[in-house]
């Protein structure tokens, strides 16, 4: 009997070692693969002409909004008094007339450089700044 249970063992084993070195056959479906390759040009964009123009700054709540600008020579900046209080704007060692309620005033910058503003009437107001530099310009 032992001998039988042997045997038996031994044809087991060699049944699952057979059976361990075949492979599945796999069956793939018939696919047809297209490549196609894109011919990209790239065309650099036309150097911006930078022109002058008028950019706002509002006052509002004692703030300048934006406070900050980077502009072009030649550019006007328009201040618009939003608020109820009276402001006196001083850019480049000029000062504005009273500015109240809904009042505007302007000053163009024809000059590079950086200029501060602030308001002669508030002085705990904090002030503006104007970062000015060259630009193309369209004739």
């Known amino acids: 009997m032992t001998m039988i249970k042997f045997l038996l063992l031994c044809l087991i084993l060699l ?4 059976s361990g070195c075949t492979e599945e056959s796999k069956t793939s479906p018939n696919a047809t693969i297209n490549q196609t390759t894109a011919i990209v040009t790239i065309t650099p964009a036309a150097f911006p002409v930078l022109k002058p123009s008028t950019v706002y700054v509002d006052i509002l709540g004692s703030k300048f ?63 503006g700044k104007i970062i000015v530099e060259s630009g193309m310009y369209e004739k």
Do not use: Q
């Open 65 to 127: 909004i934006p406070p900050e600008l980077n502009v072009v020579s030649g550019t006007t900046v328009e201040w618009k008094n939003s608020d109820s209080a009276v402001y006196v704007l001083k850019v480049d060692n000029i000062s504005s007339p009273n500015l109240s309620k809904r009042d505007t005033w302007n000053f163009t910058f024809n000059r590079i450089g950086t200029f501060y503003y602030n308001c002669t009437l508030h002085p705990a107001m904090p002030g």
């Open 15 to 18: 049944i699952v070692a057979v």
